[in-house]
């Protein structure tokens, strides 16, 4: 996990219409934020950069609809491991296993 630091940055009008673009397409080219925002290409990028390294933007991310690949099924497992070290060693495996989309660990 990213060991950034949890503090307030501020943002200004501009960041904010930028996150809403943003919000709803992830994917929306740079140059097309800056015109809606009346701003250059350059700003628009300097911005998402500054957003992106005081952690207010962690990534974007398609979504996949399994339905439309056929895979109709979904369950949920349980693995108990002997000791919590075991867990990367588990997960190296785990992550080998393409049908496995998602791999979540809980404690207590």
């Known amino acids: 996990m ?30 097309e934020i800056a ?9 628009i990028h300097q911005r998402i950069k500054r957003l992106e390294m005081h952690g207010v933007i962690t990534g974007s991310k398609f979504i996949v609809d399994p339905l439309k690949l056929g895979l109709s099924t979904c369950a949920y497992m349980g693995i108990f491991l002997e000791k919590a070290s075991m867990y990367e060693s588990v997960v190296k495996q785990i992550e080998k296993i393409p049908e496995i989309v998602e791999c979540n660990y809980t404690t207590g």
Request: glycine share 6%; with cysteine.
């Open 2 to 31: 990213d060991k950034k630091k949890h503090y307030k940055i501020q943002i200004d009008s501009l960041d904010k219409r930028i996150l809403n673009i943003l919000i709803k397409n992830a994917r929306t080219p740079f140059l």
């Open 35 to 43: 015109r809606e925002c009346g701003v250059s290409g350059a700003a």
